[in-house]
């Protein structure tokens, strides 16, 4: 036994002690050490509300200089106008990269504060829309847009209801958890029947170590879902293959490992409404909002954004630094390390994974080798599970099918950098559509493959459940 696992023994021991527990097995497992590099040399010791939007130390010379132009292009708001940094709209969902990932995170959601987008609001959040059949509605895309440029109308306002029901640990304590019920109103072509469709709302993901999952070994991603079955506890991970420009690739980006790449270009063009050379048409084409901008003095004759810009955005991405681990003395940080691998987290958010030798490729052809032959330690095995269907009645099935992926079925969510989303973004909010005020309704969300971490979890003391939260919190 190592020198750390001894002294966490210990600490354990001493622990459980005053809280009245005794005669426990207290080593499990035993925590593997050096995890606290969470990307290696991409690893960063900040702290701060720019712990996310702060480049890895590796960034120089000419890489520093599009890293700052990809940074302004991230942040800067667009405008209606048709010359530089403008093309936003008619219709769109985010009126810059940053509207929605605020300092490379999560935008805070407007699901809670103010039920959804609201008359005027800005939502923050994709609303996904099809009929009960899967197939889209005549006269919209995969994704409403409720925002527009002045005199245009949106395509329509989502609505979010919360159900609240309180439950109880063993223990006594009590939680809570709530679960949306999303609404469309304001359709632009007249009310769709509630009947006829499937919503589900997403809130933006943290951007944090999109460089090394643009630069995974995917044969080792392959070999985890081979080898990853678990059926003591009922999980077994598997791979979303996409088609993306004639290629089927594998997945590894997005809530259900539904894309290949970082979608810049898709998100210029579906979020923001900007043209590029990959999406070329208006995401409203063909819609009354063309007629409408066109009178607003809107052209529709070049491009928005060239390639060479949105690849300085893709730089930007996969040239953050990720915080290193904090904390990770802390008693209270290593029993909670330890109770992370006692409840079976880890068969999921696998820790230790590697790039491979030759880094990443941008979209546009240039290649960061410095973010190759990596070790990196992300919590995740970024394969698609089954989190389940029915928890009080509405479960984390969002009835979306994304490539392979099952409305049940979601990528696992890479932990790196969690612990610092309130301090960069000012909230707590987690799961694809922050319905998880805080990590204890994180974890108690899971059903499916993640059903017997939960129960683990759950039948935990108090002391144990909030030593793996603070144990989350040093990620």
Partial sequence: MSERAILLALTLSALLSSCGEEGLDVL????????ELSAGTASIFMN?????????????????????RGDKLYDDMRTSSNGYGGGLGPVYAGYSCGSCHSNAGRTKPAGWADHGSGPYGFSSALVYVTRKNGAFFQGYGRVIHDQSIYGVTPEGKFHVEWDYQTFAFPDGETYELAAPTYTITDWYLGDISPDDLFCTVRIPLR?????????????????????????????????????????????????????ADLTVELGFSSDMGVTNSRYPEEICEGQLQMTEGSMMGLLYDKLDVSTEDMENVDLYMQCLGVPARRDVDDP??????????????????????????SGSVLLNGTRLPWLGGQTIHPYSDFLLH???SEIMG????????????MGNEWRTTPLWGIGLQEKVNGHT??????????????IMWHGGEGEASKNLFKNMNKTERDALV??????
């Fill in 207 to 259: 951007h944090v170590g999109m460089g090394q999952i643009m630069s995974l070994d995917t044969n080792e991603i392959e070999t985890l879902a081979r080898k990853s079955n678990y059926p003591e506890y009922g999980i077994s991970g598997r791979c979303n293959y996409i088609t993306e420009r004639g290629v089927r690739m594998l997945g590894l980006s997005g809530n259900k490992a539904q894309h």
């Fill in 470 to 475: 603070r144990f989350l919190q040093s990620l």
């Fill in 332 to 357: 209270l940080v290593q029993l909670g390390e330890q109770k992370f691998y006692e409840a079976r987290c880890h068969l999921c958010h696998v820790t230790t994974l590697h790039t491979k030798p």
């Fill in 28 to 35: 499990d497992v035993e925590i593997p050490a050096g995890y």
């Fill in 386 to 388: 089954d989190m389940g």
């Fill in 429 to 442: 909010y987690f799961l694809h559509d922050g319905r998880a005020r805080n990590f204890v309704e994180a």
């Fill in 394 to 405: 509405i479960g984390l099935n969002d009835n979306y099918v994304s490539g392979l992926a």
């Fill in 48 to 68: 701060s509300s720019k712990a996310y939007d702060s480049p890895a130390d590796w960034v120089s010379g000419t890489y520093s200089s599009r890293f700052n």
